[in-house]
T-cell receptor, first 114, second 114 residues
Framework: DAGVTQSPTHLIKTRGQQVTLRCSPK?????VSWYQQALGQGPQFIFQ???????QRGNFPDRFSGHQFPNYSSELNVNALLLGDSALYLC?????????????FGNGTRLTVT | GDSVTQMEGPVTLSEEAFLTINCTYT??????LFWYVQYPGEGLQLLLK?????DKGSNKGFEATYRKETTSFHLEKGSVQVSDSAVYFC?????????????FGKGTTLSVSS
């Protein structure tokens, strides 16, 4: 049973470019959340997707957008990249009706903006 | 707003030493509390959790007790091993739905030498 998988594992982009990161949730999960983890910091919540809609959003600008597909997989898009967007981006999945259950995290995509 | 404060690291210990990593939180109501661990190059793994006051979470020799009166959730282990070297994150979640946003502390790096 595959856990949460993310691609690519590493990515280097130039300031001003756009990037798309991908996530496949753990089997049986229907909800995907995205987190940004800057170097030496704890993860910060970006947004959550369920039933192909954004359900919760953290304090991130509109340059950060996402999508969820009918198979529950998800994409995170970041436009007009800034140097400060360099971070590890973590995807986490869960089952919406799971009470008191933990999130399952992927290994992340390391984004470097030069 | 809600927040989590962890003790600054790094924490450096010899094998078999006693470990304490302090965590305090600020939140209204009764959040669920978590400890996650991150090994180099990997995503976050749930270490233990507690969902109500006075609950004790435990796993792999680690323990933490949800103290409402001191708003704390300190992580302890009686005898650390080299394999425990990692970054530890304390986190809180309001509500019991698995996908609800987690709020993380900045993390504490633990280094155990033989």
């Amino acid at each position: 049973d595959a856990g949460v998988t993310q691609s690519p594992t590493h990515l280097i982009k130039t300031r001003g470019q756009q990037v798309t990161l991908r996530c496949s949730p753990k089997s049986g999960h229907d909800t995907v959340s995205w987190y940004q983890q800057a170097l030496g910091q704890g993860p910060q919540f970006i947004f959550q997707y369920y039933e192909e809609e954004e359900r919760q959003r953290g304090n991130f600008p509109d340059r950060f957008s996402g999508h969820q597909f009918p198979n529950y997989s998800s994409e995170l898009n970041v436009n007009a990249l800034l140097l400060g967007d360099s971070a590890l981006y973590l995807c986490a999945s869960s089952f919406i009706e799971a009470v008191n259950s933990p999130l399952h995290f992927g290994n992340g995509t390391r984004l470097t903006v030069t | 707003g809600d927040s989590v404060t962890q003790m600054e690291g790094p924490v450096t210990l010899s094998e078999e030493a006693f470990l304490t990593i302090n965590c305090t939180y600020t939140a209204t109501g009764y959040p669920s509390l978590f400890w996650y661990v991150q090994y180099p190059g990997e995503g976050l793994q749930l270490l233990l959790k507690a969902t109500k006051a006075d609950d004790k979470g435990s796993n792999k020799g680690f323990e933490a007790t949800y103290r409402k009166e001191t708003t704390s959730f300190h992580l302890e282990k009686g005898s650390v091993q080299v394999s425990d070297s990692a970054v530890y994150f304390c986190a809180l979640r309001r509500g019991n739905q698995a996908g609800t946003a987690l709020i993380f502390g900045k993390g504490t790096t633990l280094s155990v030498s033989s």
